[in-house]
């Protein structure tokens, strides 16, 4: 039972709390010097929640989603944009990317795509033709070798998961449907140079169903942590159908977030994901009743077994590597630094706030050493999720930027920050000064104008 004087920070909590107003702003100042090769725009998404919200009922995943642009070109900061995400099938809020040429705006369990033009003035929902028209997913992996988008989608409203390929033209090339129990949250995939893989974790409908008839505490997210429901991995080849899955038992644990995939000479593959021991237990509101672990996962579909390394001690989120090593072997990976801040970990049922989790520094982790290099953006400034952008002709993996939003709790506004990837302790390259804060949300990605057909 929640207490009458329930307060949800998701509503009220400083940088979480909504925004109420778009906002334009064209020639945004500039501190350092931005590099002349990004010329694209820098997109985040976020749930931003309008009107009358129940703060009891509230869970941080909800809302209208959200859009922040910030247009990079020839050493300037052309504008800045946030846009209310507009369709007549909702508003999804919580990855925007870029395929086949459109910026899409997605989210998962039963909302097909919302793509968006590059001055985010045009939305409409887009469904490949049909394909989509069941939903998609918030993190589709790209195969940098042939352009192939490769997506497990689920729908609450259906038993099975859709295992869906769309090909570098945008175009449907494979759709195999793989049934499953209780409805399980599928947030993330794997994808390897040969083979996909399925998560399918102790986070479901099912249980979510049982505890409203119980009388436990409900929210607007019907997925709850499900100690019935086994936690396992399904291995199929690209292109595979439900015929090929092979099921795996996997450490019992839930999964927001892959950071890569890859293949290994004696047949198994190797998994890295920011693991919590447990979800949506006690904080049914967000993502509050554990810390996140960096781990190895080495799956062995011989042996039908899955074996676990801890990375790093630092606890860390919202994972990114240079994408043109997605389903390859890598080396590094940057992060948001996690700063845990009154976490529901206490068996306590009468409560009046949930603190829930929030981020801190930038982080990369050397996933072979287990080092881990550190930006701090100074007192009262955290990061968001970053994003790695290559260099031209980069030499080294890490020879690139990273981008991200920064949080000013100081002046309550938000920088695009650039940073040196290779070098995480050297002073920011670039600092992009916004007119208003970007609320704590999801997913963000750089997009190159070369990516995307309408270059405006």
Same mark, same amino acid.
């Given at each position: 039972m929640t207490s009458v004087n329930f307060t949800n920070r998701y509503l009220v909590a400083g940088n979480y709390a909504p %925004?109420?107003?778009?906002?334009?702003?064209?020639?945004?100042? =500039?501190?350092?010097?931005?590099?002349?090769?990004?010329?694209?725009?820098?997109? !985040?998404?976020?749930p931003n929640p309008r009107g009358e919200v129940d703060p009891a009922t509230h869970h941080w995943f909800n809302g209208a989603g959200m859009v922040h642009g910030i247009r990079l070109r020839d050493g300037r900061a052309e504008w800045y944009r946030s846009r209310?995400?507009?369709?007549?099938?909702?508003?999804?809020?919580?990855?925007?990317?870029?395929?086949?040429?459109?910026?899409?705006?997605?989210?998962?369990?039963?909302?097909p795509p919302v793509e968006i033009s590059p001055d985010l003035a045009r939305m409409a929902i887009w469904d490949c033709d049909g394909a989509l028209s069941r939903g998609f997913t918030a993190h589709p992996k790209v195969d940098p070798t042939t352009g192939d988008l490769h997506a497990i989608t689920y729908n609450l409203r259906h038993s099975s998961l859709r295992y869906v390929v769309l090909g570098a033209d945008g175009k449907a090339r494979h759709s195999s449907d793989i049934e499953v129990d209780d409805g399980p949250m599928i947030h993330d995939m794997a994808l390897t140079e040969t083979?996909?893989?399925?998560?399918?974790?102790?986070?479901?409908?099912?249980?979510?169903?049982?505890?409203?008839?119980?009388?436990? *505490? &409900?929210?607007?997210?019907?997925?709850?942590?499900?100690?019935? /429901?086994?936690a396992r991995l399904g291995i199929l080849p690209i292109g595979g159908t439900a015929d090929h899955v092979q099921w795996i038992e996997a450490p019992r644990s839930f999964v927001f977030h892959v950071l890569n995939a890859f293949d290994n000479a004696d047949g198994s593959l190797t998994m890295d994901v920011v693991r919590y021991d447990r979800m949506f237990v006690r904080d049914v509101w967000g993502p509050g009743d554990a810390e996140p672990t960096l781990v190895r996962w080495t799956?062995?579909?011989?042996?039908?077994? %899955?074996?676990?390394?801890?990375?790093?001690?630092?606890?860390?989120?919202?994972?990114?590597?240079? *994408?043109?090593?997605?389903?390859?072997?890598? !080396?590094? $990976?940057?992060?948001?630094?996690?700063?845990? /801040?009154?976490? &529901?970990?206490?068996?306590? =049922?009468?409560? @009046?706030?949930? @603190?829930?989790?929030?981020?801190? *520094?930038? =982080?990369?982790?050397?996933?072979?050493?287990?080092?881990?290099?550190?930006h701090d953006y100074g007192p009262g400034r955290v990061t968001m999720e970053p994003a790695f952008v290559p260099r031209p002709d980069a030499v080294s993996e890490d020879d690139g930027w990273i981008l991200s939003v920064v949080h000013d709790a100081n002046i309550n506004r938000a920088e695009l920050v650039v940073l040196d990837a290779a070098d995480?302790?050297?002073?920011?390259?670039?600092?992009? /000064?916004? *007119?208003?804060? %970007?609320?704590? $949300?999801? /997913?963000?990605?750089?997009i190159d104008d070369n990516e995307i057909t309408n270059r405006s």
């Open positions: %925004v109420a107003e778009e906002v334009s702003a064209s020639d945004l100042p =500039v501190t350092g010097e931005l590099p002349r090769e990004l010329n694209g725009r820098y997109l !985040r998404i976020g209310f995400v507009e369709s007549e099938q909702g508003a999804p809020n919580t990855n925007v990317l870029s395929h086949g040429g459109r910026i899409l705006t997605l989210i998962e369990a039963g909302r083979r996909v893989v399925v998560l399918d974790l102790p986070v479901t409908l099912a249980a979510a169903k049982r505890l409203a008839q119980s009388g436990g *505490p &409900m929210t607007r997210l019907p997925l709850v942590w499900d100690d019935r /429901h086994a799956v062995n579909p011989a042996l039908g077994t %899955v074996r676990e390394e801890v990375i790093s001690e630092y606890r860390v989120e919202f994972p990114r590597i240079d *994408p043109a090593l997605t389903g390859r072997a890598h !080396r590094y $990976g940057w992060f948001a630094g996690f700063s845990a /801040h009154g976490l &529901m970990i206490t068996d306590d =049922v009468e409560r @009046d706030a949930t @603190d829930g989790f929030g981020t801190g *520094p930038l =982080v990369k982790v050397d996933t072979r050493t287990g080092g881990t290099s550190v995480l302790t050297a002073a920011p390259i670039a600092r992009v /000064h916004l *007119p208003s804060r %970007v609320p704590f $949300g999801f /997913h963000g990605n750089w």
